[in-house]
């Protein structure tokens, strides 16, 4: 079955607002997770990653938080703007497949302006 | 722009047909990913490719086959196609074959079986 997947399936935000989107994974053994961006008719967008060493890891305008304890990773955007409108993916990397990563169900994130 | 690219973009075919999708990695890039994307099934994990050899295997039907080149690109085979193999198809490249390699997926190419 699947280890990975999104609390919530859609998150309608105002243009300015920070966005959380959050996911949940079941494999303690995962070691490496990954925050995926896909806006219509486009592949997945690597947009930041975090190791199971760290519990924060921040890039420009995104900040990936770990809770190993409860196996949650979250995804924030800060002043979140029309263009982040899109299906975000968390996935993880457990070592069963290779390099395979599974991938959660997706976040449709919609902003209004 | 990932610097992956597939083709075809587009592909409807009938069912009992067989497809072939195309990949070319980012340059320098020598591991292959194809995934499969379906509205019921989410983005599934099918094959990987490293350096011309099969690394890793996932969900992947008998029906479908894959292979990588000499000059590192990569062919999706499906045959035998049925309605449900009506999906988007994507490529992803990685550097090499760490379990924290970024992958970085190419457009996809949507297949649609009738």
């Known amino acids: 079955g699947e280890s990975v997947g999104l609390h919530l399936p859609t998150l309608s935000v105002q243009e300015g607002d920070n966005s959380i989107i959050n996911c949940a994974y079941s494999n303690s053994a995962s070691d490496y997770f990954i925050w995926y961006k896909q806006e219509s008719g486009k592949g997945p967008q690597f947009i930041i990653d975090i190791r199971s060493n760290m519990d924060k890891r921040q890039g420009q305008r995104v900040t990936v938080l770990l809770n190993k304890t409860v196996k949650h990773l979250s995804l924030q955007i800060a002043a979140t703007q029309p263009g982040d409108s899109a299906v975000y993916f968390c996935a993880e990397n457990n070592g069963q497949a290779g390099t395979a990563l599974i991938f959660g169900k997706g976040t449709t994130l919609s902003v209004s302006s | 722009d990932s610097g992956v690219t597939q083709t075809p973009k587009h592909l409807i075919t009938a069912t009992g047909q067989r497809v072939t999708l195309r990949c070319s990695p980012r340059s320098g890039d020598l591991s292959v990913y194809w995934y499969q994307q379906s509205l019921d099934q989410g983005l599934q994990f099918l094959i990987q490719?490293?350096?011309?050899?099969?690394?890793a295997k996932g969900n992947i039907l008998e029906r479908f086959s894959a292979q990588q080149f000499p000059d590192l690109h990569s062919e999706l085979n499906l045959s035998s196609l049925e309605l449900g193999d009506s999906a988007l198809y994507f490529c992803a490249s990685s550097l090499g074959v760490g379990a924290r390699e970024t992958q970085y997926f190419g457009p996809g190419t949507r297949l649609l079986v009738l």
């Open positions: 490719y490293y350096n011309g050899e099969e690394r």
